[in-house]
C-alpha cells in the first residue's frame, strides 16, 4: 500500500518535470523571437507596431533574456521547487495570484457544467439503456448526440441571442452571479451530459447484459429494481472515471467560451500569455494544470473501492 | 348648493395642485436621479493598471494626462504644460500649468513629472525608444528641462504619447502601482483583475471643470464582436466599437442606439518583404502591382462603408503635414499588365501566369486574423493579381511568423492597423516606415534619408512639414516603396441617450470625450 | 472478429442505417464534387456579395461573392479528407503504443499511461494551438497538430485489449512455442485489439470534424480560398445576424457528419460482441 503509493508520487514528480520542460521547450520553437514579441505585447502594448533594436535589447536586459534556453528553465525550476512561481513579464504580478484570482471562475463553471452531466446524462442513459431499441432510446441518444455534434462556439451565440437578448432571461456576458452562469455551464454541460449519458448507455446495456445472464442462470428472477441497483452500481465506474476526466478538461479552462462569454477564467490567461510569451504565466498554468489532475486522478482512484469492493487494485 | 360647487371646485383645484406638483416631482426626479454613468465595451484587454505599462489606456479613459496633448484636428495642444520652448538644439523647457491638482488634492510639480517620467522609462523600454529623451532636470517646482539623444523638433509631439502621462508614485510593496493617482477628469476608484474591468468617477477638482459623467466602467477584453455586440443591444454596455461587419446597416436602424462611423488614423497596405531584390527591386513591377489594386471596391465591398479607399497616401487626410498633391495608382488593369510587360514578365507558357527567365511569378500574400477585413481583402486581392498574371496564394498567420519570412521570394503582405499617429509628429510614421536604418524590408533611397535628417533639426515648423511633404512624394509617387489600399474607419455603438461624443481620430483606437453624458 | 451475426444486427439498427446512408451520400458529393458544384469555389465577385438564398444560388453568396453550395460541396471533399488522415495517423501510432504499453507493462506502462493522463487533462484545443504557432497554419499543419492529440484514446482501448488478451491460453501458447513478440502482438494481439478500435475510429471522425471545425473558427486551419466547412464557420463570424446562411449551411453539415459518423460508431458498437468491447 505504502509503496503504490510512493510509487505514484514518483510518477507524479516526473511527469510534472517532464510536462513543464516540454512545453517550455515548445515555447521557444513559437515563430519570432521571443525579445521581439514580448516587447510588442507587454511594453508597446500593440501587436502591429514594430520595436526597434534597442527597445528589443532593453527587453532582453530587463528579463535576462540571453542566457541559454537551459538556464532559464533552471533558475525557473529551482525558484518553482521553493513554491515560487515568479512574476507574470506582463503586469508584474505573482502568477499565483493571477492563477487564484481565476480559479473561483473557472472551478465554478467546470462544477456547475460537471453536475448539469451528472443530472442530466446518467438518468438519461439509464433510461435510453432499459428501453433499448425503443422510441425513448432513440429519442435520448439523437438529443445526446445532437449535444456533441453541434460546434460549442455555435451553440453559445445561439443561447444568447435567444435567451438574453429576445427573451431576457439572462445577462450576455461577463462574470457575476447565478445568472451570469447560466448560459455558459449550459453550453458546456450539453457536450458533457451527452459524452455522459451515451457512456452510461453503453456501460449499462453491458453489464445488464452480464447480471441477466447470471441472475438468469442463478437463483431465479430478483426484484427488477434490485436488479437494476445492482447493475447500475457497476455501471457506474466507467462513468465516474469520465466525469473525473471532463471536470480535469473543464478545468483546463475552454478557451472558446471563456472568449465569448467574457469569462474570467484559465483558459483565457493561458491564450493571452501564450500570445506575449509570458514564460513564467504558462509554466504556472502547466504546473497548475498538471497538479490538479493528478490530484483528481488519485481522488477518483480511491472512490472506486467504495463503489465496488471487488475492485482493490488497479 | 353652492357648497356642493365650491367644494367641487375646491377638490377639482386640489387634484389639479396635485397633479402639477407630482409632475414637477417627477420632472426634477428624472433630472437628479438620471443616471450619468457609462459603461463601456472594450475590445482588448488591459491586465494591470500600472500607469508605466498602461498609460496610453489610461489616457484614452481620461484618467492621465501628459504635459502636451493633441486635439482631434491634429494640433498639438498644452495639456499640464502651458508652454515650451527649445533652449539649444538638443534640449526643450517646458513650463507647467501651476494650477493642476493630482486626484489626491496634492498639487503637480516639476518633481511629479521627473519622478514619473523616469519611472516610466526605467520600467517600460519601449518608452525610452519612443520619448528619445537622455535627461530631465527639473529647473523649478515648474519648470522642467528635457534633453535628447538626438536634435528633435518633435519632443513636444512625443510628450503627448499616451505612454508618457504623469502620475504619482505610489508604489505597493513590490514595485507595482495598483491604484494609480493621475491629473485627468476621470479618476481611479478601482480594477478588478479577474474581470478586466475598470471603475473610475467624476474627477471634481478638474481644472477645466468636471465632467459631466458622475462614474465610467470600462469592462475590457470582450473580443467576441458578436458578444460585444449583443452586449450592447441588451443594454449592459452603453458604449462600444468595432461590431461585426456585416451588422451596421441592422445597428444604425436600431431605434435604441446610434451609429457613429469616423476616420481614424489607420489604414490597410500592401507591403513588399523586400525591395533590394527581385522581383520587388524593379520600380515598374511595383507600379504595376498598385495599379492593379481596386481600391474603391475594397472599401465598398469588404470594408462596407467602414474605410475609404486611399489616394495613395497612407496619411490620414487632415494631417498638416500631409501631401495632399500625391498622384497615387488609380485602377487599371492594362496599365498593370502593360507595366509588367515592360518589366520582363510575361506570359510565355500560356498558364496564364506571367514569368521571365523561367521563373514564375508565384508568390505568397500573407495577412493576420486579428481584423476582420483582412483575410477578404487578402482575398480580393489575390483575385486581382489573378488578372494580371500574378499567382498569389493567401496565408493567414500570426504577425509574428509572418515577419520571419520577409525574405521569401516574392514576398508581400497586406497589412492593417498601420498607425500613422502613435506619436503626433510626422517623424514617427515617416522613420518608422521609409528611414533606410530602421527599415525591414530594404527600402533605401539616401534623398529621403537626408530629408529625414534635415526634418529632425529642422525648428521651423512649417519647413519641417515641407521636407516631410517632399519625403512622402518620393516614396509613394517616384519609388512606390508600398502600396496604400483603404483607410480605416472606426465604428462606434453608443446607447441613443449617450451623447457629447467627440471622435479623436489620433488614438489608436479611440478615446471617450470629457464632454459626453446621458439625456 | 466481425461475423454476419453482427453484420445483421448492425442493419437493424435504423439510425446506425441512416447514418450510413448519409455518409455514403456525402462521400459521393466529395468524389463528384467537380460535376455536381455549379459553380467555381474561389472565383471572387465582389458584386455578388452576401445575397441570400435564390434560386441561382440556393445557399446564397459569401462576402466576397462566391457561391455557398459550391463551397459546401467541395467543403465536404476537404472535410473528409483531413478527418481521414488525422482517424488514420492517430489510430496507428495511438494502438502501437497502447500495444506496446499493454504488453510489456512495467515502468515503461505506469509512466506512458500518466503521461497519457496529464496530456489529455491539458486543453487540447490550446495545445494544438501552440503546435500550430510553432509549425504554422495550413492543411497538413492542423492534422499534425490535432494528431499529436488524438493518439491518446487509441492508447488506452488498444492497452486495454491487450491486457485482457496476453494473459489468454492461445498466447501462452505461441511464447512457450518461441514465436517472437512482434509477431505475438501482430497477429495475437492486433486482431483482438480491432472491433473496439474500429468503434473508436468512427466516433473520433466526428469529433475530428469539430476539432478541424474549431480550429478553422479560431483562424488556423485550411488557408483561404480552400473551402472548408469550419474556416467558412469563421468568415461567417463577422455576417452571424445578418447573413445567417452564412454560418448555418455550414455548421448543419458540421451536424450531420458528426451525427451520421456517431449513430454509425453507435451501431457498431452495439452489434459487436460486447464481450470484447472495453467501454473507455
Known amino acids: 500500500m505504502l509503496l503504490n503509493f510512493i510509487k505514484r508520487l514518483g510518477i507524479f514528480c516526473l511527469v510534472l518535470v517532464i510536462s513543464t520542460t516540454l512545453v517550455f521547450f515548445m515555447l521557444h520553437s513559437l515563430p519570432g523571437e521571443k525579445a521581439v514579441v514580448m516587447a510588442k505585447y507587454i511594453f508597446l502594448g500593440n501587436v502591429e507596431l514594430n520595436p526597434s533594436n534597442e527597445e528589443i535589447q532593453q527587453v532582453k536586459d530587463k528579463f535576462d533574456l540571453d542566457r541559454s534556453l537551459m538556464s532559464q528553465y533552471i533558475s525557473w525550476a529551482g525558484a518553482a521547487l521553493h513554491g515560487d512561481l515568479g512574476k507574470s513579464y506582463q503586469s508584474n504580478d505573482p502568477v499565483s495570484e493571477e492563477i487564484l484570482i481565476r480559479l473561483p471562475a473557472t472551478i465554478t463553471l467546470a462544477f456547475v457544467s460537471v453536475l448539469m452531466s451528472l443530472f442530466i446524462g446518467i438518468p438519461l442513459g439509464v433510461l435510453a439503456a432499459v428501453k433499448q431499441n425503443s422510441i425513448t432510446d432513440y429519442l435520448c441518444s439523437t438529443t445526446a448526440v445532437l449535444g456533441i455534434s453541434m460546434p460549442n462556439f455555435w451553440l453559445a451565440l445561439l443561447l444568447i441571442l435567444v435567451f438574453s437578448l429576445k427573451l431576457n432571461l439572462t445577462p450576455t456576458i461577463g462574470y457575476g452571479g447565478l445568472s451570469h452562469l447560466i448560459l455558459p455551464a449550459v453550453t458546456l454541460g450539453t457536450a458533457s451530459s451527452a459524452v455522459i449519458m451515451r457512456l452510461t448507455r453503453s456501460s449499462m446495456l453491458e453489464v445488464m447484459r452480464q447480471d441477466y445472464i447470471r441472475a438468469a442462470r442463478g437463483k431465479g428472477l430478483s426484484g427488477r429494481s434490485i436488479f437494476l441497483t445492482h447493475s447500475l452500481r457497476n455501471a457506474l465506474i466507467p462513468v465516474i472515471t469520465m466525469i473525473g476526466l471532463e471536470f480535469g478538461h473543464l478545468l483546463g479552462g475552454t478557451v472558446i467560451i471563456e472568449t465569448i462569454f467574457a469569462w474570467p477564467g484559465i483558459g483565457r490567461l493561458l491564450i493571452d500569455s501564450i500570445s506575449a510569451r509570458d514564460i513564467p504565466v504558462i509554466q504556472g498554468c502547466v504546473l497548475f494544470i498538471t497538479l490538479m489532475y493528478m490530484l483528481l486522478n488519485f481522488t477518483i482512484d480511491a472512490v472506486y473501492p467504495l463503489i465496488d469492493p471487488r475492485i482493490g487494485g488497479n | 348648493m353652492t357648497k356642493i360647487r365650491t367644494k367641487s371646485i375646491g377638490s377639482m383645484l386640489l387634484i389639479a395642485a396635485m397633479l402639477i406638483s407630482m409632475s414637477f416631482f417627477s420632472c426634477m426626479t428624472a433630472l437628479c436621479s438620471s443616471d450619468q454613468k457609462l459603461v463601456v465595451g472594450e475590445v482588448w484587454t488591459m491586465g494591470s493598471v500600472d500607469p508605466a505599462m498602461h498609460s496610453y489606456e489610461l489616457n484614452n479613459f481620461l484618467v492621465a494626462e501628459g504635459l502636451t496633448s493633441i486635439s482631434p484636428d491634429f494640433k498639438i495642444v498644452p495639456c499640464l504644460a502651458d508652454s515650451w520652448e527649445t533652449s539649444g538644439s538638443d534640449s526643450w523647457r517646458f513650463h507647467l500649468n501651476k494650477d493642476i491638482k493630482f486626484h489626491d488634492g496634492s498639487k503637480l510639480t516639476a518633481d511629479d513629472v521627473v519622478s514619473a517620467l523616469q519611472r516610466t522609462m526605467k520600467m517600460n523600454p519601449s518608452v525610452t525608444g519612443q520619448l528619445n529623451i537622455k535627461k530631465i532636470t527639473k529647473v523649478d517646482d515648474y519648470t522642467l528641462d528635457i534633453t535628447t539623444n538626438t536634435s528633435d523638433a518633435s519632443l513636444p509631439a512625443r510628450m503627448a504619447y499616451g505612454r508618457a502621462s504623469i502620475y504619482k508614485i505610489n508604489e505597493d510593496g513590490d514595485g507595482t502601482i495598483s491604484t494609480p493617482i493621475c491629473t485627468g477628469p476621470f479618476k481611479f476608484v478601482s480594477y478588478d483583475k479577474a474581470s478586466d474591468t475598470l471603475e473610475l468617477a467624476k474627477n471634481e477638482l478638474y481644472r477645466e471643470g468636471a465632467p459631466k459623467l458622475d462614474a465610467v466602467t470600462v469592462r475590457f477584453g470582450i473580443g467576441d464582436a458578436n458578444a460585444r455586440e449583443m452586449a450592447i443591444e441588451s443594454g449592459e454596455v452603453d458604449f462600444t466599437t468595432e461590431p461585426p461587419l456585416g451588422s451596421t446597416k441592422r445597428l444604425q436602424g436600431d431605434a435604441s442606439l446610434n451609429v457613429i462611423i469616423h476616420q481614424l488614423c489607420q489604414g490597410y497596405k500592401l507591403k513588399f518583404g523586400d525591395v533590394s531584390k527581385a522581383p520587388y527591386d524593379d520600380i515598374k513591377v511595383r507600379r504595376a502591382i498598385a495599379y492593379a489594386v481596386d481600391r474603391e471596391s475594397i472599401a465598398n465591398d469588404i470594408l462596407l462603408g467602414r474605410g475609404k479607399a486611399s489616394d495613395g497616401n497612407a496619411l490620414t487626410p487632415g494631417l498638416a503635414w500631409r501631401n495632399n498633391d500625391i498622384k497615387g495608382y488609380s485602377y487599371n488593369v492594362q496599365k498593370a499588365k502593360d507595366l509588367l510587360g515592360e518589366a520582363g514578365w510575361k506570359d510565355t507558357d500560356g498558364d496564364g501566369i506571367v514569368d521571365k527567365d523561367g521563373k514564375s511569378f508565384k508568390i505568397t500574400l500573407y495577412t493576420w486574423p486579428q481584423r476582420p477585413a483582412l483575410p477578404s481583402i487578402a482575398q480580393a486581392i489575390q483575385s486581382q493579381f489573378k488578372e494580371i498574371g500574378i499567382d498569389a496564394e493567401v496565408r493567414i498567420m500570426e504577425w509574428d511568423a509572418i515577419s520571419d519570412r520577409a525574405d521569401e521570394w516574392g514576398m508581400m503582405w497586406v497589412a492593417g492597423g498601420d498607425a500613422c499617429m502613435m506619436i503626433p509628429d510626422p517623424s514617427y510614421y515617416i522613420e518608422g516606415q521609409f528611414l533606410s536604418s530602421n527599415c525591414d524590408y530594404h527600402y533605401k533611397n539616401a534623398k529621403v534619408d537626408d530629408l529625414i535628417m534635415q526634418a529632425r533639426s529642422t525648428f521651423d515648423e512649417d519647413k519641417r512639414y515641407d521636407l516631410y511633404k517632399q519625403v512622402q512624394k518620393i516614396v509613394y509617387d517616384d519609388d512606390c516603396a508600398q502600396v496604400p489600399i483603404a483607410f480605416h474607419y472606426l465604428c462606434v455603438v453608443t446607447k441613443k441617450d449617450v451623447k457629447g461624443y467627440v471622435p479623436n481620430p489620433v488614438h489608436h483606437d479611440y478615446c471617450i470625450s470629457s464632454g459626453i453624458y446621458r439625456e | ?280
Open chain 3, 1 to 280: 472478429m466481425l461475423k454476419t451475426r453482427n453484420l445483421n444486427e448492425f442493419l437493424k439498427n435504423k439510425a446506425a442505417v441512416i447514418g450510413l446512408i448519409i455518409i455514403l451520400v456525402l462521400v459521393i458529393t466529395a468524389v463528384l464534387a467537380d460535376y455536381i458544384s455549379p459553380y467555381d469555389t474561389d472565383k471572387v465577385a465582389l458584386k455578388e456579395k452576401l445575397k441570400p438564398p435564390s434560386w441561382q444560388h440556393p445557399m446564397g453568396t459569401d462576402q466576397l461573392g462566391r457561391d455557398v453550395l459550391s463551397r459546401i460541396i467541395y467543403g465536404t471533399r476537404t472535410t473528409f479528407e483531413l478527418s481521414l488522415l488525422v482517424v488514420l495517423f492517430t489510430s496507428t501510432f495511438g494502438v502501437s503504443i497502447g500495444i506496446v504499453a499493454g504488453y510489456y507493462r512495467g515502468i515503461v506502462d505506469e509512466i506512458l499511461m500518466r503521461l497519457i493522463d496529464v496530456l489529455l487533462a491539458f486543453p487540447s484545443i490550446i495545445l494544438a494551438l501552440v503546435i500550430i504557432g510553432a509549425i504554422g497554419p495550413g492543411v497538413f499543419n492542423t492534422v499534425m497538430a490535432i494528431s499529436l492529440v488524438g493518439w491518446l484514446f487509441y492508447a488506452r482501448v488498444a492497452r486495454a485489449s491487450t491486457l485482457s488478451i496476453r494473459e489468454k491460453e492461445y498466447v501462452e501458447g505461441a511464447r512457450a512455442m518461441g514465436c517472437s513478440d512482434a509477431y505475438i502482438c501482430f497477429f495475437y494481439v492486433l486482431p483482438n485489439c480491432l472491433p473496439p478500435i474500429i468503434v473508436l475510429m468512427t466516433l473520433s471522425l466526428g469529433s475530428v470534424i469539430l476539432s478541424i471545425a474549431s480550429l478553422g473558427y479560431l483562424g488556423l486551419g485550411a488557408q483561404p480560398p480552400t473551402p472548408e466547412w469550419g474556416t467558412m464557420l469563421n468568415d461567417g463570424k463577422e455576417y452571424l445576424r445578418d447573413c445567417p446562411w452564412l454560418s448555418v449551411f455550414p455548421g448543419l453539415m458540421i451536424m450531420i457528419s458528426v451525427l451520421a459518423f456517431n449513430f454509425i460508431g453507435d451501431g457498431l458498437r452495439d452489434a459487436i460482441d460486447p464481450r470484447q468491447l472495453v467501454i473507455k
